[in-house]
């Protein structure tokens, strides 16, 4: 197989909507073929989510899960992903993250593909405010954050064609997660929180990045149990984003444009 499509599942007690999430990407083994893999990382989770990915891997050899020793956050689960990734796979293939809570629809993950390499990105967003995008069953006060957010993060690290800079669901190259840790390292996600998706697009800015957007419509609606995000927290790491987000540094031997 010259070309593998991995879908990154971050989850931290997601014991009522994993399988559901599970489920809904297996038809994407019929596109891809021995291509498609799905990695879980399970953060720490006290349900029973490590179970069920322990089920679903004897069931499918093309599932597979990392365990954290304890709830380390969202920002150190999708670094394990993109560390993961990249020393497993190469050129030409295609990291996907999503949430594991159900809210995110993979039916649209072909397109999201297809947009990458047929326009020869380095990431595509699943974005709620491009047009066809929209939110269900979403609170006022996280609308509000959502788009008070967007724009801030445009105003300080402006990327040609992207206005959702929070939302996790993407579509990554391999090969620029692969220049993008080795410009910053462990440094490109400093975020514990939910405001490490808004970093690694800031981080993203200060290397150049060819991004898209694909509309999403998050299904929130289907979302089971509260929200985990800490919003107060969520704004102040948006905060500090500018302040601490620089250009790195060229090593011997590399030069970033």
Known sequence: ????????????????????VLDRLLFLRDIYG?????????????????????????KYDFIDYINHKGNQGLGRAIYTLF???IHKYGKGDVLITLDADNTHNPEIIPYMVDKLKKEKLDVVIASRFAEGGKELGLSLKRKILSRGAAAFLKLFFSIENVRDY???FRAYDVDYLDAAIRAYGGNLITSRGFECMAEILARFSKLGVRAGEYPLVLEYNLKKGESKMKIIRTILGYFKLPLKVKKP????????E
């Open 34 to 58: 021995d291509g498609f893999r799905i990695l879980a990382v399970n953060d720490g989770s006290t349900d029973n989510t490590e179970a069920i990915l322990k089920e679903y891997k004897k």
């Open 166 to 168: 929070s939302c996790g």
């Open 249 to 256: 540094k060229a090593r011997r031997g590399e030069v970033y």
């Open 1 to 20: 197989m010259d070309t593998y499509i991995i879908v990154g599942l971050p989850a931290y007690n997601e014991e009522d909507a994993i399988s559901k």
């Open 83 to 85: 560390y993961h990734v």
